[in-house]
């Protein structure tokens, strides 16, 4: 990879100074020196002898749903774009009726979990609609609706930037726990090139979520079909969340914040309403973040174009030339004051890129 001398080979393309704005979900400008284009994941390791990239910082950018640009990323930003599906495994040879499913890092999410619904495997139709990259769904375990990806993640392909070469990960070996896994919690380590699923021929569908259930009742459907869980799905996202083909968002700015049984048993004494979601274990709750935040009276509000979403307050918006460093602005300011008021720390969910929370 010599820019001097080629900037686009079969396996990847090379640009300089590319503008970030349409590459991040929130619409925010920022440019990389180098953006890195890997079609083709087996070109990583002799990629990775060049010191830019085995030395310098490197920022794997997929859909950009789920960051921030706080400042201008340093470095390479490095773009995984294999686009392959395939069915590794369809079971039949089996007792049990798993089917594996392999795709490349590049595929768009949603699109491949319409692909598994088309091709009659149910497990992945509560998390429809996600934005982003079948790559990037690991690092943060997506959820939704009652379903978390990891539940269904039986392998992760990955480029280790520590020993240079391509490895292959069980679902175990990844860490995952609630918007968490072992990717985020080793920071700068993996490029993830492409992930398998378990799925099924037979849906165990998982409707308990507030809101699915109801939404299947208004179209008179009772025994769903995977897809018909996922159209549901769909129904109730686009009624709550704000398209950022519309209005520049990450969706939720914040995690929902893990805490203390104690502290949410007097958190709710004091207030009520407050929704409290049983944790990981007897010892610890999850609250609703957007409930605090909206309690702190900042739904609806806005800085300029920096803002918190009128439909949803745990959504931080940009009406349109907000910068980053404003909506991290904002983002603090709603954070301290839920801290200020309830004594609980939020957590960014996307990363921030170019500054510290
Ligand atoms: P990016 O934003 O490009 O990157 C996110 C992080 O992953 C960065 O740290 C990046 O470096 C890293 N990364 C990306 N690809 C790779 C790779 N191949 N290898 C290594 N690291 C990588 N999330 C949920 O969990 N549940 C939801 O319901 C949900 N709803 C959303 C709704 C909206 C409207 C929006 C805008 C976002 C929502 N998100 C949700 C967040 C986001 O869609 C997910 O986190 C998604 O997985 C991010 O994918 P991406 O490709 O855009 O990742
Ligand atoms: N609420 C408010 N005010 C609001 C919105 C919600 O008080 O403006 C309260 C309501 O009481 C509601 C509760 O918050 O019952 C929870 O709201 P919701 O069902 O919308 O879920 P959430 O906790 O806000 C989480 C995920 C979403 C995921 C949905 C559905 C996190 C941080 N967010 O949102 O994921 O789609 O559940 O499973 O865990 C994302 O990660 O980007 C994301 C959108």
């Known amino acids: 990879m010599n820019p001097g001398k080629a900037l686009i080979s079969p396996a990847w393309r090379l640009a300089e100074r ?94 491949f979990v319409l692909w598994t619904l088309g091709h009659g495997l149910a497990g992945l139709e509560n998390l429809a609609l996600i934005p982003g990259t079948v790559g990037a769904a690991p690092i943060q375990n997506i959820g939704a609706y009652g379903v978390e990806a990891g539940e269904r993640i039986h392998a992760v392909e990955a480029f280790d930037r520590n020993t240079g070469a391509i490895v292959k990960l069980s679902g175990a070996d990844c860490g995952f726990a609630y918007r968490d896994s072992r990717f985020k919690r080793e920071p700068g380590r993996w490029i993830i090139t492409a992930v398998t699923f378990q799925l099924s021929r037979s849906a165990d569908l998982r409707l308990g979520y507030a809101g699915i259930t109801e939404a299947l009742a208004q179209t008179g459907i009772t025994t769903p079909t995977a897809s018909q869980v996922a159209e549901a799905v769909c129904r109730v996202r686009r009624s709550k969340l704000p398209d950022p083909a519309v209005l520049g968002n990450a969706g939720s700015f914040f995690k929902n914040p893990i805490v203390a049984a104690d502290l949410a048993a007097q958190l709710r004494q004091a207030e009520p309403q407050l929704p409290v979601f049983p944790g990981a274990d007897d010892h610890s709750r999850k609250l609703s973040a957007a409930w605090l935040i909206d309690a702190c009276g900042w739904k609806g509000h806005r800085e300029g174009d920096a803002g918190v979403s009128d439909a949803h307050a ?29 004594g609980v720390m939020l957590e960014p969910e996307p990363r921030v890129i170019g500054a510290d929370w």
């Open 18 to 111: 590319a503008p970030l704005r349409a590459r991040n979900t929130f619409g925010v400008q920022a440019h990389a020196d180098l953006l890195l284009e890997v079609r083709d994941a087996a070109a990583l390791p002799e990629l990775f002898t060049n010191a830019a990239l085995r030395d310098g910082p490197v920022l794997v950018l997929g859909g950009g749903s789920n960051l921030l640009f706080a400042a201008d990323p340093p470095g390479v930003v490095l773009s995984p774009c294999g686009q392959d599906i395939r069915i590794l495994d369809d079971g039949r040879g089996s007792n049990d009726d798993t089917v594996l499913v392999r795709a490349e890092a590049g595929v768009e999410w949603h699109a």
């Open 314 to 342: 745990l959504v931080l918006v940009n009406h349109g030339q907000a910068t980053g460093a404003q909506l991290l602005a904002l983002a603090r300011r709603i954070a301290a004051s839920v801290s200020e008021r309830f």
